[in-house]
C-alpha cells in the first residue's frame, strides 16, 4: 500500500500541476508598436540620407527585420516587422534598445543579458538598415 | 530573494524532517523527478513555440529551478554537513539525509544543465560578438558550470546507497573528495555568471550571500581540518 501511494502521489503531483498550468502557443511578434523621436531644437542635419529603410539580421530564432525611419538626417522612427524570437525576449530588450538607440543615436550598446542574442538581432538589422542610409 | 527562501526552506526541510526524508526516500526522489521532468518538458516547449502558464507561484518556483537555485540551496546543506562541528544538532540531522538529499539535488539541476549547455551551443558561434568582462565571464562559468556538472554525476549515482555498498568504503570516500573540487567550481561559476550579466542585472545580494555562504563553509571546514590534525598529533604523542 505504502509503495502504491509512493508512486501515485508524484503522479497526482504531475497531473495537478497541468491541470493547473495550460499549454499555451506562443505567438510571434508581427509588427510591434512604433518608437520614435523627438527632434530637439536647432540640431541641424544628421549623417544619414532621409528614408524608411529595412534591414535583417540573425536573432535568436531565425531574422528579425526592423525598419528604420531616417528623418533630417537623424533615426527618427524604429518598428520591429518581423521576428520569430519569444515574446519574454523581447519584453526585455525592445523598449530599453529601440529607445537606446533613439536618444544615443548609435547602436553601440550593451546587449540585455538573458536575452543577448535577440539583442543583437535588433542592433545589427538597425545596423544593416542603416547601410542603405549612408 | 529565491536562494534565501530557498536555503531557508531546505534547511528547515532537513532540520524537522530528516528521519522522514530518509525513510521516504523514493518518493523524495520521485518528487524531484517530476520537477525535473517538468523544468525539461517546459524548456523543450520552448523549442516548439509552447509555454507553460503556470499559477505565480508555480512559475516562482520553476524560474528558480531553471536557474539550479534550490538544487544549489539543497547542496549547500549538503555541503556544511562536512564542516559543522560534530556535536551540533544540525550536523547530525543534515548526516540522516545527506545522501538523500544529495540525489535530489542533482535531479532538480538537470533542468538547469540541460537548458543553459544547450544555450551556450546554439549560441557558440555567435560569442565573436562579445568581448571583455562578459565574454570572460560566458567563457569560464559554463566551462566551471560543466566540469561541476561532469564531476556532480559519479557523486550522485554513487550516492544511491546500494551502489555505495558495493563500492566499498575506502573507493566510495576517495571519490566523495570530489566533492570539494565540485563546490569550488559551483562558487566560481556562479561569481563568472554574475560577471557576465550587464551592470543592472548584477545583484550584489545574491553574490554577497553565496559569498558569504562559501566562505564560512570554507572557514569551518579549515578550522575543523586543523583540530584534527592537532588532535591526531595528540594521541599520537600519547601511543
Known amino acids: ?134 | 530573494m529565491a536562494l534565501t527562501f530557498f536555503l531557508g526552506i531546505s534547511l528547515l526541510g532537513i532540520y524537522f524532517f530528516s528521519d522522514w526524508i530518509r525513510k521516504n526516500a523514493l518518493l523524495c526522489y520521485l518528487v524531484a523527478m517530476v520537477f525535473a521532468f517538468e523544468g525539461l518538458f517546459r524548456e523543450v516547449l520552448s523549442f516548439y513555440d509552447y509555454e507553460i502558464d503556470y499559477p505565480s507561484l508555480l512559475e516562482w518556483v520553476m524560474e528558480a529551478l531553471d536557474k539550479g537555485i534550490i538544487s544549489t540551496a539543497l547542496f549547500i546543506w549538503v555541503m556544511f554537513g562536512g564542516a559543522l562541528n560534530a556535536r551540533s544538532t544540525l550536523r547530525k540531522k543534515i548526516l540522516i539525509c545527506r545522501g538523500e538529499v544529495s540525489i535530489m539535488a542533482s535531479y532538480l539541476i538537470m533542468p538547469h544543465l540541460f537548458t543553459y549547455t544547450y544555450e551556450f551551443l546554439v549560441g557558440f558561434s555567435r560569442l565573436s560578438r562579445i568581448s571583455g568582462m562578459v565574454l570572460w565571464g560566458v567563457l569560464v562559468g559554463f566551462i566551471a558550470g560543466m566540469v561541476a556538472g561532469l564531476i556532480m554525476l559519479p557523486l550522485f549515482v554513487t550516492s544511491y546507497r546500494n551502489i555505495r555498498k558495493k563500492m566499498g568504503g575506502k573507493r566510495w570516500k576517495a571519490l566523495q573528495e570530489y566533492a570539494y573540487l565540485f563546490y569550488g567550481l559551483v562558487y566560481f561559476h556562479i561569481v563568472f555568471e554574475w560577471l557576465a550579466k550587464s551592470s543592472e542585472e548584477r545583484s550584489l545580494y545574491s553574490l554577497g550571500l553565496y559569498t558569504i555562504v562559501f566562505l564560512s563553509y570554507l572557514s569551518l571546514k579549515l578550522l575543523k581540518v586543523i583540530k584534527q590534525s592537532r588532535r591526531r598529533k595528540t594521541l599520537g604523542g600519547v601511543v
Open chain 1, 1 to 134: 500500500m505504502k509503495r502504491f501511494i509512493t508512486y501515485l502521489l508524484p503522479l497526482v503531483l504531475l497531473c495537478g500541476i497541468h491541470i493547473i498550468s495550460p499549454i499555451e502557443k506562443l505567438e510571434p511578434l508581427g509588427a510591434s508598436s512604433d518608437y520614435v523621436r523627438v527632434p530637439e531644437e536647432n540640431e541641424g542635419r544628421g549623417p544619414y540620407k532621409d528614408g524608411v529603410y529595412e534591414g535583417s539580421a540573425p536573432a535568436y530564432k531565425n531574422e528579425l527585420f526592423m525598419q528604420v525611419t531616417v528623418q533630417n538626417g537623424w533615426i527618427s522612427g524604429l518598428s520591429i516587422l518581423k521576428t520569430d524570437d519569444d515574446k519574454e525576449y523581447l519584453e526585455k530588450t525592445e523598449a530599453p534598445l529601440l529607445n537606446g538607440v533613439l536618444e544615443s543615436q548609435s547602436t553601440d550598446l550593451d546587449a540585455i543579458t538573458g536575452a543577448t542574442f535577440t539583442s543583437y538581432g535588433l542592433l545589427d538589422s538597425i545596423d544593416n538598415a542603416l547601410e542603405n542610409a549612408l
